[in-house]
């Protein structure tokens, strides 16, 4: 606070000192380098000022999360094995083509005549089925 009193009574002097100074006349160039040196000096003063303002500004608040606790370690890890639980696996089998008798009754062909009734062998094409087994489950060793 008594910080804050002295450097606005400094300030107050300053700015009456420069408005009631009594005016002159004379050379232009005159007071040139007294104007640069009282211009540095506000400079100067300007920038102590803004430095301490800076320079007491506490460091941001970060927050750190705490750790998780400590888990305890697994049974599978302990044994240097792992368990595969079971599960539904998808197989892809063949299943051959088969032969088979089939009887065709009597009927009239295209052209009108009758064919009498007989048996045909007939073969059914090999193909892959998918069929879901059940994997049971295990334990894996490393």
């Not at 300053?14 to 380098?33: M, Q």
């Not at 051959?96 to 009887?103: A, H, I, L, T």
């Amino acid at each position: 606070m008594w910080k804050k009193l002295g450097i606005t009574i400094l300030i107050l002097t300053l700015v009456s000192l420069f408005t009631l100074a009594p005016a002159e006349a004379g050379s232009k160039t005159r007071h040139r380098w007294q104007g640069a040196a009282i211009a540095l000096g506000a400079v100067a003063l300007g920038g102590l000022l803004a430095h301490q303002i800076h320079a007491h500004t506490p460091p941001p608040v970060v927050y750190y999360p705490p750790p998780p606790p400590p888990q305890p370690e697994p049974y599978y890890y302990r044994h240097q094995s792992e368990y595969v639980p079971g599960h539904w696996e998808m197989v892809r089998e063949w299943v051959p083509g088969e032969w088979e008798r089939v009887w065709v009754p009597g009927h009239y062909d295209r052209w009108g005549n009758w064919v009498a009734g007989h048996y045909v062998e007939r073969q059914t094409p090999g193909r892959y089925v998918e069929r879901r087994v059940w994997v049971e489950g295990h334990y894996r060793r490393y």
